[in-house]
């Protein structure tokens, strides 16, 4: 299977933004565990970040022919971008939404995703572990199918 991890913005700076609410782990030492867990079944992973909404767009769509399932933290484009939302119902491309804190926990306007009620699932909460979590869940769904 294709997998491709997407990330939106500022989450480059994971490890040293914020980290009561993000922790300490870097994004690229997510992406390697993801990769190495990924490869340990044989599936392929991509990753990207941006912080860019039309390079997620972009990403999205290029996703479209070559890839099973999309794992994505939108970061704070999950709260506020039909855009990104218009790009997986275009695309139809089965996803999982990633936060690293408890959106549901924090600020009103965290609790609102603009993603969600298209996604497969949602895992919020669980800091560098919800990405691991998710790409669980993609196994699960992926051949359950
Ligand atoms: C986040 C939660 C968002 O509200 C926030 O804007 C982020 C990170 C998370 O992983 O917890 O950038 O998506």
């Not at 994004?27 to 912080?51: K, R, V």
């Amino acid at each position: 299977k294709r997998i491709l991890l997407l990330n939106g913005p500022n989450l480059n700076l994971l490890g040293r933004r914020e980290p009561t609410h993000y922790g300490q782990t870097s994004l690229a030492e997510i992406e390697h565990s993801l990769q190495t867990m990924a490869a340990s079944w044989g599936w392929e992973l991509a990753c990207y970040q941006s912080n860019h909404e039309g390079d997620l767009i972009d990403l999205i769509h290029q996703a479209m022919d070559f890839v099973d399932l999309i794992i994505i933290n939108p970061g704070a484009y999950t709260h506020t971008s039909i855009a990104l939302r218009d790009a997986f119902s275009g695309t139809a491309i089965p996803f999982i939404e990633v936060h690293l804190s408890n959106i549901h926990s924090r600020e009103e306007f965290r609790h609102r995703s603009m993603l969600a009620p298209l996604a497969i699932g949602q895992i919020s909460g669980f800091g560098a572990h919800s990405y691991t979590l998710a790409l669980e869940a993609a196994r699960n769904y992926l051949e359950s199918r």
